[in-house]
């Protein structure tokens, strides 16, 4: 794998502040685009959802494989180190964060519920919010150091994430569009911003990319397929395995 100081080097720092300009783009224009995508509109959700789940299989998975079998003197020392070595196992972690915390804040939203009378609660919202707003520095910093270099991976990159902020942000807002539309959305934003900073900044080695993309795999899978369970009644089978085919076979023919 291309060390991280190569491709600060190589330029591409700025190509990844244009690729955070659209990414930050997308999530400030959220509000916009949900008048013209109905709450029924679930095609919009598995075509998002077959996008981001097929740049997971085709592209994070197999980097991380990669770096997992790489020999153990090309692995460095350190926590970052040993994460990586471990690369799978962080993405489990990932997940199941991702997944406790939001399980937490739904349990105190319906236990906050059952004394208010009924009254939703902002535990939800602010709890999504909160890892997406982590999930969003990571997304950042790898728009810098990329696992795999060049131009054509950062569009793609940016394209699969789009269509996951896309879907992710409008369900988001539907929690609380108030606070969404005035605060939400704009630290949501930043944070992108901000993980291109540190990564323009910082370069924090291979071992902290593997760690990244493996906390961000865990992430996107958990988020891109909730949406799509079939007793969910949010889901287009047709628009998502299509999407998700069709994705796929560009990712492997690059």
Known sequence: MPTAADMTGSGLPLAGLVAAGALMLAQ??????RRGVSPGSVWFQSLAGGLAVAYVFARLLPDLAQA???PPADLPEGLFGLLADHAFLVALA??????AVLDRAQDQDRREQRERGGIPTPWPFWASGALYLVFNLFVGYLLVHQVRPGPTELVLY???LSARYLAGEIALRDQDPYS???LGRWILAAGVLAGWGLGAAIDLGDAAVSVFSALLTGSIILTSLKQQLPAAGQVRLSVFAGACLAFTALLLAL
Do not use: E, F, H
């Open 28 to 33: 400030v224009l959220v509000p916009q685009l």
């Open 68 to 70: 997992a079998t790489a």
């Open 94 to 99: 990932g997940l199941l964060a991702y997944y």
């Open 158 to 160: 940016t394209v699969a």
């Open 180 to 182: 969404y539309d005035r």
